[in-house]
T-cell receptor, first 115, second 111 residues
Framework: DVKVTQSSRYLVKRTGEKVFLECVQD?????MFWYRQDPGLGLRLIYF???????EKGDIPEGYSVSREKKERFSLILESASTNQTSMYLC??????????????FGSGTQLSVL | GQQVMQIPQYQHVQEGEDFTTYCNSS?????IQWYKQRPGGHPVFLIQ?????EVKKQKRLTFQFGEAKKNSSLHITATQTTDVGTYFC???????????FGTGTRLLVSP
């Protein structure tokens, strides 16, 4: 069974802390994504990656960075957490070339609270 | 930039009634995907439509992609309580690689 695993289900951090959200997929997918989900706003794309060591900005990259050193792992980094980054963070992966993506497989999400 | 809107935002039906959610894009799409998210869960991929005017069925669910490839719909026949959740469409602009999600339609089904 396909699996996208996010390291934490719930996380509480303080303003100004550096936060790492980890995501691992076991499907050998080329493409990985980070979304945040907020009530009334749906899912918004933060960053995505179509290959190892490759990254592209999504719609709301400000305040975030990413790392993809290995194909199966895609990390989201909040350099200095702020309260407006309190949200549900969802990692996803998919197969296929970048111009013909298949459906996304999502992890269970990390609910991050920044106090 | 590309925008994908969904209506209605919320619908409450009695079990057995039909349900439809509509998805509209500001730009022409290369394809559209549909996802379901149960309360407290994560989005689960349902289907992808690629061709203009395409219609696909999954049991009681019928998915359509508009002729102009700018809109789509999901219709559920005779809803059941297991259909409860939020349904999202997600489309990719023909000129870009990003998948943009709609705002979702939350469905509540009363027994």
């Amino acid at each position: 069974d396909v699996k996208v695993t996010q390291s934490s289900r719930y996380l509480v951090k303080r303003t100004g802390e550096k936060v790492f959200l980890e995501c691992v997929q076991d499907m050998d997918h080329e493409n990985m994504f980070w979304y945040r989900q907020d009530p009334g706003l749906g899912l918004r794309l933060i960053y995505f990656s179509y290959d190892v060591k490759m990254k592209e900005k999504g719609d709301i990259p400000e305040g975030y960075s990413v790392s993809r050193e290995k194909k199966e792992r895609f990390s989201l980094i909040l350099e200095s957490a702020s309260t407006n980054q309190t949200s549900m963070y969802l990692c996803a992966s998919s197969s296929g070339p970048s111009n013909s993506l298949k459906g996304l497989f999502f992890g269970s999400g990390t609910q991050l609270s920044v106090l | 930039g590309q925008q994908v809107m969904q209506i209605p935002q919320y619908q409450h039906v009695q079990e057995g009634e039909d349900f439809t959610t509509y998805c509209n894009s500001s730009t022409t799409l290369s394809n559209i995907q549909w996802y379901k998210q149960r309360p407290g869960g994560h989005p689960v991929f349902l289907i992808q439509l690629v061709k203009s005017g395409e219609v696909k069925k999954q049991k009681r669910l019928t998915f359509q992609f508009g002729e102009a490839k700018k809109n789509s719909s999901l219709h559920i026949t005779a809803t059941q309580t297991t259909d409860v959740g939020t349904y999202f469409c997600a489309g990719r602009d023909t000129g870009f690689q990003k998948l943009v999600f709609g705002t979702g339609t939350r469905l509540l089904v009363s027994p």
